[in-house]
């Protein structure tokens, strides 16, 4: 804990009284040096994307919110939202009857998903393996690829399994055998393929798709070396879509899973979670 200056909202920006923040396996990532080859860090750090409060400042130019609004968005660099105020330019109104910890699961996890749909260029049947099914990326993608006709198979710890199938998965365990297990639950083959856990499943994936192509991971940084697009974000957020999630969130038409609330004092404990993957949903911060 630090003591910072107050930070300034520039045009089209609003300052956030931070009332939740999103530990992602990113944040870990970036805090061990893992990322310093895709994201240099200038230090010292605030980490944190995912950020949902109350505006308390606004930047010139700003007219779609007002001082007092409740908000979810994406904290802008380089202070993030592990703090009592962010910056942020890309945000939404958050709906009455959703709180803080539930909305600060949708940022990320929400763009990673619909972008990873996207790169993967999922349609309706086809067969898509999710690495990390049970995560927060994980638990968004299952539903939106399901709803896109998609079959979906989530590989998940044990613990988490039941979850993933609620969401309308095939589920099964990490670990050696992984190969045969996916062939069973799909004989036609995988079609593609997203990483959001991180833990080295990639040549298990590659040889599931017999070559790279329709691969992607979020998490594992081996993935230059073995000719897999790394595609890490947030890249382009999109307040629409992120507007959308929350009302499917509040009508019950979508589930994420708050897996534990730390406050900021407790950042560590929280990344320990997070970085063991096995968090099973969104791990959150909040003042």
Excluded at 46 to 68: C, F, K, R, S, Y
Excluded at 92 to 107: G, K, S
């Amino acid at each position: 804990m630090a003591e910072v200056p107050l930070p300034a909202p520039g045009p089209g920006q609003i300052r956030v009284q931070v009332r939740a923040a999103g530990v992602n396996p990113l944040d870990g990532k970036i805090r061990s040096g893992a990322m310093e080859t895709v994201f240099p860090t200038l230090l010292p750090a605030v980490l944190g994307i995912d950020v949902a409060g109350v505006v308390d400042a606004l930047g010139d130019g700003v007219t779609d919110v007002a001082v007092g609004d409740r908000v979810i968005g994406w904290a802008d660099p380089p202070a993030g939202s592990y703090g009592e105020y962010a910056l942020a330019s890309m945000y939404t109104a958050l709906p009455d009857r959703l709180d803080f910890p539930a909305a600060v699961t949708l940022p990320v996890a929400g763009e990673a998903a619909i972008r990873s749909l996207n790169l993967l260029k999922v349609v309706s049947g086809d067969t898509l393996l999710i690495h990390g099914a049970s995560g927060a990326v994980g638990q968004v993608t299952v539903q939106l690829a399901v709803e896109r006709g998609a079959t979906v198979i989530g590989i998940a710890s044990e613990a988490n399994q039941e979850r993933v199938r609620a969401l309308g998965a095939s589920a099964t365990a990490y670990g050696p055998g992984l190969v045969e297990r996916v062939r069973a639950l799909a004989p036609n083959g995988i079609d593609a393929v997203l990483d959001a856990a991180g833990k080295g499943a990639l040549p298990d994936s590659i040889e599931l798709r017999g070559g790279t192509d329709r691969i992607i991971t979020l998490a594992d940084v081996a993935a230059q070396r073995l000719g897999v697009v790394f595609a890490a974000g947030p890249h382009e957020p999109s307040t629409d879509d992120l507007r959308t999630l929350a009302g499917r969130l509040v009508r019950g038409e979508l589930t994420t899973t708050v897996a534990a609330v730390y406050p900021f004092a407790d950042a560590e404990p929280a990344h320990r979670v997070s970085d063991s993957g096995h968090a099973g949903g969104k791990v959150v911060l909040v003042p």
